[in-house]
């Protein structure tokens, strides 16, 4: 069905220690979480550090992007900790979902979580999906993914 994807910043100093020698960690890295990362070609001029990271369901999604947050800061207590964002794809129809009436279910997602959500008003162009943007530490951020996701699963 859909695939569930994620945006995930890296520090393109680091770039090389995701890849690895022509290419084996990268591929080694999708294989194990099975699925693809990518760097698409329409955010390669404007956010050079972003990868986008898509599976089959967000468990293997959110494994990936764990395991990227291993290879590029091995130290736990690194930049990871700190407030940073992550991106998701939401398709279009579950925007509803995630807004509820008046706001009240994407206030409810901030509160409970402490992550901050920036839903647009827009579709990418050309899409019937939007880029969704949580910012806050891991475990805010966490917290607030698992909600949405819990949100965009029909009853």
Known sequence: Q?????????LSAQMGR?????GATIRQLMADTNTVIDQPKELAHDYENVVLVTGLDMESVDR?????????????????NASSSVYIVVPDEHVGRIIGKKGS???EVQDKSGARVFLPKECVPGKMERHVTVTGTKTQRDACLAQIRRLMTPP
């Open 64 to 80: 990936c992007i764990d395991l990227l947050r291993q290879r590029l800061v091995p130290d736990t207590r690194g930049p990871f």
């Open 105 to 107: 279910h994407i206030r």
């Open 18 to 22: 995701v890849i690895g020698r022509h």
């Open 2 to 10: 859909d695939h569930l994807s994620r945006r995930h910043f890296n």
